[in-house]
């Protein structure tokens, strides 16, 4: 059984960072991908980013030059360093590993951005 948790939610103002850690409960042989979803109130779940074990990344437009996700290499931590934050970006953002039986989510972290 794996698990995933995340942390690093917070409220902050306009403009303002965070950084998002997930840590994953074991090594999984065969990672396919690491990813950062979110979801707003009243929206669909999106893709924020995401990165393969050989580190090559990939980014929803809406955050691209402000976000930042990262790994290390012993793929058990996914990170997401979150810059300049506006209140469009407030969401519940929940991290997922994509294996060879399927894709595995945590419980998600609350990231309100507001004046």
């Known amino acids: 059984q794996v698990s995933l948790v995340e942390s690093g939610g917070d409220s902050v103002q306009p403009g303002g960072s965070l950084r998002l850690s997930c840590a994953i409960s074991?090594?999984?042989?065969?990672?396919?991908?690491m990813n950062w979803y979110r979801q707003a109130p009243g929206k669909e779940r999106e893709l924020v980013a995401a990165i393969a074990p050989n580190g090559i990344t990939n980014y929803a437009d809406f955050v691209k030059g402000r976000f930042t996700i990262s790994r290390d290499k012993t793929l058990t931590r996914v990170y997401l360093q979150m810059n300049n934050l506006s209140a469009e970006d407030t969401a519940v953002y929940s991290c997922n590993v994509k294996t060879p039986w399927g894709d595995v989510w945590g419980q998600g972290t609350q990231v309100t951005v507001s004046s």
């Open positions: 074991r090594g999984i042989t065969g990672v396919r991908a």
